[in-house]
């Protein structure tokens, strides 16, 4: 059984850091994508990150582009997301999913059978 379990989400201020982990059980990354997504309060669902199974590449939406960095611990079959200089907008529920699309905006669930975590809150206030 497939799971994925997000944490370390919580309440920061403006500027400050945080970093989520994402628990992969049940499979391992093999050549698959793996991503982070979020979403805010009365907005749609928008990818953030994605980690490249064949080829260790990485990519971010453009609004987080600088300040996010994803990476993959294979002995840990977990991923990373660390979050710098974070921003109100950052503010949302963070999701990880599997297997996912790497594209230019960070990434897109395409595939008919995919699997997401239940999420973790990050909330970026003064």
């Known amino acids: 059984q497939v799971q994925l379990v997000e944490s370390g989400g919580g309440l920061v201020q403006p500027g400050a850091s945080l970093r989520l982990t994402c628990k992969l059980s049940?499979?391992?990354?093999?050549?698959?994508?793996i991503g982070w997504f979020r979403q805010a309060p009365g907005k749609e669902r928008e990818g953030v990150s994605c980690f490249g199974g064949y080829g260790d590449y990485t990519r971010y939406a453009e609004s987080v582009r600088g300040r996010f960095s994803v990476s993959w611990d294979k002995a840990e079959n977990t991923m990373y997301l660390q979050m710098n200089s974070l921003k109100p907008e950052d503010t949302g529920v963070y999701y990880c999913?599997?297997?996912?699309?790497?594209?230019?905006?960070?990434?897109?669930?395409?595939?008919?059978?995919?699997?997401w975590g239940p999420g973790t809150q990050v909330t970026v206030s003064s």
């Open positions: 999913a599997i297997p996912i699309m790497c594209d230019s905006e960070g990434g897109r669930p395409v595939y008919a059978e995919d699997y």
């Open positions: 049940g499979r391992t990354l093999d050549y698959d994508n």
